[in-house]
């Protein structure tokens, strides 16, 4: 391995110029962004949030605060339901555009990502996280509801 020289002029530590070691073959893996790899799992997930999410646009756009006072009254809501009224208050909630691709798109977009992510910490438990990911890509007054239709999407899903 061949090593590059620092420039001679050094603090004055009375040490000898240090070298810096090249990146074996050149290929540094953090030079590029890695997409990330999803199981077959997570890609059939994914393209069912996809599908909600297209036919959420369909929907009237609804009073986020009553329609999750709506769903959380009833018993045995529907998972479309769910799915229709949190990409619905998604949209109209979020601090940018959401980006969501066609379904059966192999690449997945950064809220995409950040959507499956938050639905495995709400599975695991973790509300802390989930609050943390929800506050991430929504305004404040629209983190309660996306929280609470979030957890029963991940429960329903």
Do not use: H
């Amino acid at each position: 391995m061949s090593a590059l020289p620092l420039p001679e002029t050094l603090p004055s530590s009375g040490r000898a110029p240090a070298r810096i070691l090249a990146f074996p073959g050149g290929n540094c893996p953090t030079v590029r962004p890695a997409a990330p790899q999803l199981t077959d799992a997570e890609r059939d997930e994914l393209n069912r949030l996809r599908w909600f999410a297209l036919r959420s646009r369909l929907a009237p756009k609804p009073d986020l605060e009553r329609a999750c006072f709506l769903l959380a009254g009833e018993e045995n809501v529907s998972l479309e339901r769910f799915a229709i009224a949190f990409f619905r208050g998604l949209s109209g909630q979020s601090l940018r555009e959401m980006v969501f691709y066609r379904p059966g798109a192999k690449q997945a977009s950064d809220d995409e990502i950040w959507l499956l992510r938050l639905l495995a910490v709400l599975r695991a438990g973790e509300n802390a996280a989930a609050g943390a990911l929800v506050a991430w890509r929504v305004r404040p007054e629209g983190r309660r509801w996306l929280r609470f239709l979030a957890a029963s999407l991940a429960r329903t899903l």
